[in-house]
């Protein structure tokens, strides 16, 4: 299994950095707009659409994709307008911090066709727009955003296999522990710290006085918090559809939502901070 995983990740990363750095801002979108639509067809299944409605889940995604990249009336260019962003990618955020927390700690159900549908839809195209809107201001600004979840991810795991004692939320995800997320909190902060002489560079509007440094440090940390919301919501569609991974798609690693659950919740977040903070 391990080696598995391992070779998958070898194919991976680098074809994600080619897209990335390589790729306009419509090629990039594009090229993970068919990921989101795995992804579509991974939540449908786990919510128990049926199979007409599933065909039509992952077919009206792909259309308002590609509608938001080529029609005229969206208006793109490099990114969308900042009004189209801050809608799509603000419906999502509310979703993530507003909704989803109280949707996990109390269980409700996931596999009710048309809320589930319209969930869905709200949160991989609020990802999946701010990952186009990201990559067109930077590549680099992508691949800082998606390094706070992964730092922040692989410091869950060891703090938690180290010290993880208290549960975070057993009957949801038994292996995450608080330690866990005292860990990712704690590496994500430096990681924070050490982007703040690129802060400029990045486009960063203000002067990086010491509270600013503070604020963004804050930010970071909050950006994790809704990456394990995002994390644990989709422990929750698989506990209750009775799966261990969201698909097969990548060897040893599970399906799209396996690999991108924390990074659908966080992605709109950092999008819409760009819009406010950054220089397009």
């Not at 560079?201 to 509270?211: I, L, Q």
């Not at 506990?239 to 990548?250: F, P, Q, T, Y």
């Not at 919740?265 to 220089?279: D, E, H, N, R, Y």
Request: net charge positive; aromatic share 12%; glycine share 6%.
């Amino acid at each position: 299994m391990l080696k598995t995983r391992i070779l998958t990740a070898a194919v991976l990363i680098p074809a994600v950095l080619a897209a990335l750095f390589l790729l306009s801002p419509r090629g990039w979108g594009v090229v993970t707009l068919f990921v989101i639509a795995f992804a579509a067809n991974e939540w449908s299944r786990l919510v128990d659409l049926a199979v007409p409605l599933r065909v039509a889940f992952v077919v009206i995604t792909l259309f308002v994709g590609l509608a938001l990249l080529f029609m005229p009336a969206s208006a793109f260019a490099r990114g969308w307008p900042a009004p189209t962003v801050i809608a799509a990618c603000g419906i999502a955020t509310v979703f993530w911090i507003a909704v989803a927390p109280p949707w996990v700690v109390s269980r409700w159900p996931t596999r009710s066709a048309l809320p589930m549908a319209v969930v869905g839809f709200v949160v991989l195209m609020g990802a999946w727009m701010a990952l186009v809107e990201l990559q067109a201001r930077s590549p680099w600004l992508v691949l800082a955003a998606m390094a706070i979840v992964w730092i922040a991810d692989t410091a869950a795991y060891f703090a938690g296999r180290a010290f993880g004692r208290h549960k975070l939320a057993p009957q949801v995800s038994p292996g995450k522990t608080w330690e866990g997320v005292y860990g990712a909190w704690f590496a994500a902060a430096l990681y924070a710290a050490a982007l703040v002489p690129l802060a400029a560079r990045a486009g960063f509007r203000e002067p990086v006085t010491d509270v600013a440094i503070a604020i963004w440090i804050v930010f970071v940390v909050v950006i994790v918090a809704i990456s394990v919301v995002g994390d644990l919501f989709e422990s929750l569609l698989k506990r209750h559809a009775g799966v261990k991974d969201s698909g097969a798609l990548l060897p040893g690693h599970g399906g799209v939502l396996d690999r991108t659950d924390a990074l659908l919740a966080a992605m709109p977040v950092v999008a819409l901070a760009a819009q406010w903070f950054l220089v397009k």
